[in-house]
């Protein structure tokens, strides 16, 4: 306690990813909870299945 | 606000993806949230990766 | 983008849940990702409902 | 399959609740996916715990 | 790891949590990953919330 | 319903995919659910990806 579920669009850099993990756990040890209780899942999601107002994300940035 | 989390078969078509998340957050539109509020993730899982049943969705269709 | 899904203990306080979406919000904003993009979702769970090593965590407690 | 998840504000009508479910599966229908096959869960979420851009919803809706 | 989400619908026994969360555990124990490693997190949903076939659950047993 | 999703490292065998799929798939069953009920998805999460103790599961095992 807790799991934090990460929904992130694909292409994040392994630096991202390692700072994500590094300062999220932070918010909740500065709460009290011990470093080691808390876990971090990342689920990496490719812009054409993350859809934001109707359209995929890849569109979005094709405008 | 409100935020989908669709989970699907691996191997849809861009097309269908597309149509998904378009039909998806016009459910919503039609109850009068606004476009832009609407997030549809979607998450494609391997046959193998799914079960129905304690079988693995992979082997139900070669049955 | 991002969605976060926070799964905590049930009977945080509100100013716990307020930090926590402030903090989370700020780890992304860190990153160049703008404030009005970031969504934190929490989820409480009774401690009855939250097994840890096989047991509910009420019981880890009463121990 | 699909599954869906769907995040809500707190405080829908049961109305709504029904047209949601009734209209998503239709989503999928019309896809040539199998009525049957197609499940709809709704987690709802009360405002205080939903954060867009750092801050509690209903802290949004006192603005 | 692993982090098991189980959603089910409202009203299981305080018994039927506590078998869930203990055999559950097992099967992962089973593969030889530790007992401790193992978290498992129930989401009660609703009968209204949950839909099957494009119905509400609740709708279901009423008939 | 059940709706179980199941979280793991990424690496795993055909063989523990199906074992947990009729094993989760078993604890409900032994409750009474009917087995076609029971739907259990696996998502395959990379080490990077996956935070423990605020730090990537892959550092973990490399110390």
């Given at each position: 306690m807790p799991v934090v579920h990460v929904n992130l669009w694909k292409g994040q850099t392994e630096e991202n990813i390692r700072i994500i993990i590094k300062n999220i756990t932070k918010v909740f040890v500065d709460l009290g909870i011990p470093t080691s209780a808390v876990?971090?899942?990342i689920h990496e999601i490719p812009?054409?299945?993350w859809g934001i107002g109707g359209e995929q994300s890849s569109e979005k940035?094709?405008?």
């Amino acid at each position: 306690m807790p799991v934090v579920h990460v929904n992130l669009w694909k292409g994040q850099t392994e630096e991202n990813i390692r700072i994500i993990i590094k300062n999220i756990t932070k918010v909740f040890v500065d709460l009290g909870i011990p470093t080691s209780a808390v876990e971090v899942i990342i689920h990496e999601i490719p812009r054409t299945h993350w859809g934001i107002g109707g359209e995929q994300s890849s569109e979005k940035i094709k405008e």
